[in-house]
């Protein structure tokens, strides 16, 4: 039991950091890491759990970002409340899906992201946006989409948000990173809502990676703010991280069957 509450710890951890750093990464590390590492044996249960503690870290992580100036409130609020209604419904949907193949599918669309992320764009202004329509359409669209993609997988999103961000509205990568914390908090929340409605949340495994999820998140923004310096580095460990999760996912997965 000692052991079990320690490596949950230890994984919130590693949790926290992800977010910090990349804005992503919380529930496509929390799963994985709680089947894996604490024990878990149904996915579903594994997911609901890492929704409660991904969107309790995200806000805790939200707050380094926006004292640091890393946040596009407007922004965030025009995706957050196009994305809040598709979570609950992806959530919904994912929840009478095959555990294992929603696992597999997942880590194909991490692949098909990463790939996107790689590809060469000019970046933004740092600038906050002017509110135009146009932009106001494509933040709600891709936040609705993305939403939708976020509850139906079981994650906040982060690894989702912070690509859509970027490809809309063509924020900086820092900037897409704190602000999609917030998206990733709500939609974790609305994710861990449906899954504790149906008893798929263990509450005391969801506090330990809580409790580790405060320094990680703490060490992992201050990572972020120093890389964000270098030209093009942020957006490749983002990636790398989104591979080295996908291939261990199928990796494991095709192990299972």
């Given at each position: 039991m000692i052991l079990?509450?320690?490596?949950?710890?230890c994984c919130g951890v590693l949790v926290g950091f992800t977010l910090g750093l990349i804005g992503g990464g919380g529930s496509i590390l929390a799963t994985p890491l709680l089947l894996y590492v604490v024990g878990m044996q149904d996915p579903h249960l594994a997911i609901g759990t890492g929704a409660v503690a991904v969107s309790a870290n995200a806000f805790m992580n939200l707050n380094g970002h926006a004292r640091a100036g890393n946040v596009r409130w407007p922004t965030a609020a025009i995706f957050t409340a196009a994305g809040v209604g598709g979570a609950y419904a992806g959530s919904t949907l994912g929840k009478a899906f095959d555990g294992q193949r929603l696992l597999i599918l997942f880590a194909f669309l991490m692949i098909a992201i990463g790939v996107l992320m790689l590809?060469?764009?000019?970046?933004g202004p740092h600038a906050p946006a002017v509110l135009t329509p146009g932009y106001v359409l494509r933040t709600a669209g891709t936040g609705l989409g993305v939403g939708m993609l976020s509850g139906f997988f079981g994650i906040g999103g982060g690894f989702l948000i912070v690509p859509g961000l970027i490809f809309a509205t063509g924020?900086?990568?820092i900037y897409a990173i704190g602000t999609s914390l917030f998206a990733v908090g709500m939609f974790g929340?609305?994710?861990a809502a449906n899954y504790a409605m149906s008893g798929l949340v263990d509450w005391t495994v969801a506090g330990e990676y809580i409790a580790g999820g405060v320094l990680?998140?703490?060490?992992g923004m201050r990572a972020a703010i120093y890389l964000s310096g270098r030209k093009q580095t942020l957006t490749r460990v983002f990636v790398g991280i989104i591979f080295v999760v996908a291939a261990y996912m199928l990796w494991r997965s095709a192990g299972s069957r």
């Amino acid at each position: 039991m000692i052991l079990t509450a320690l490596l949950a710890v230890c994984c919130g951890v590693l949790v926290g950091f992800t977010l910090g750093l990349i804005g992503g990464g919380g529930s496509i590390l929390a799963t994985p890491l709680l089947l894996y590492v604490v024990g878990m044996q149904d996915p579903h249960l594994a997911i609901g759990t890492g929704a409660v503690a991904v969107s309790a870290n995200a806000f805790m992580n939200l707050n380094g970002h926006a004292r640091a100036g890393n946040v596009r409130w407007p922004t965030a609020a025009i995706f957050t409340a196009a994305g809040v209604g598709g979570a609950y419904a992806g959530s919904t949907l994912g929840k009478a899906f095959d555990g294992q193949r929603l696992l597999i599918l997942f880590a194909f669309l991490m692949i098909a992201i990463g790939v996107l992320m790689l590809r060469p764009r000019h970046e933004g202004p740092h600038a906050p946006a002017v509110l135009t329509p146009g932009y106001v359409l494509r933040t709600a669209g891709t936040g609705l989409g993305v939403g939708m993609l976020s509850g139906f997988f079981g994650i906040g999103g982060g690894f989702l948000i912070v690509p859509g961000l970027i490809f809309a509205t063509g924020m900086p990568m820092i900037y897409a990173i704190g602000t999609s914390l917030f998206a990733v908090g709500m939609f974790g929340l609305t994710t861990a809502a449906n899954y504790a409605m149906s008893g798929l949340v263990d509450w005391t495994v969801a506090g330990e990676y809580i409790a580790g999820g405060v320094l990680g998140g703490l060490l992992g923004m201050r990572a972020a703010i120093y890389l964000s310096g270098r030209k093009q580095t942020l957006t490749r460990v983002f990636v790398g991280i989104i591979f080295v999760v996908a291939a261990y996912m199928l990796w494991r997965s095709a192990g299972s069957r």
